[in-house]
Nanobody, 119 residues
Framework: QVQLVESGGGLVQAGGSLRLSCAASGNILSIRTMGWYRQVPGKQRELVATITAGVTTNYADSVKARFTISGDNAKNTWYLQMNSLKPEDTAVYYC?????????????WGQGTQVTVSS
């Protein structure tokens, strides 16, 4: 079983910064992709950023140049550095791991952490 634990959410003023962390534990044989998603009430969960094979990154247009995803595969931990935060970044942020624990690759999700940006 694979478990993800997130930390780092909170309340920040517009223009401020936060760093989210996600640590994975369990029987992880291989990691394909680490990522961050977010969701606001009444809307679908959306991609924020992903990092694949520890190198290739992908960002939502709304966060490009403001957010940075990084990962440490040796520690099974990844981060989302969020700068120049805007009120529209307010959401519950979820980390996601695509990894092999057994025969197949599967998706694993964290419990979510609230990020609130005040204007």
């Amino acid at each position: 079983q694979v478990q993800l634990v997130e930390s780092g959410g909170g309340l920040v003023q517009a223009g401020g910064s936060l760093r989210l962390s996600c640590a994975a534990s369990g029987n992880i044989l291989s990691i394909r992709t680490m990522g961050w998603y977010r969701q606001v009430p009444g809307k679908q969960r959306e991609l924020v950023a992903t990092i694949t094979a520890g190198v290739t990154t992908n960002y939502a247009d709304s966060v490009k140049a403001r957010f940075t995803i990084s990962g440490d595969n040796a520690k099974n931990t990844w981060y989302l550095q969020m700068n120049s935060l805007k009120p529209e970044d307010t959401a519950v942020y979820y980390c996601k791991l695509v990894a092999k624990s057994g025969f197949f690759f599967s998706d694993y999700w964290g419990q979510g952490t609230q990020v609130t940006v005040s204007s």
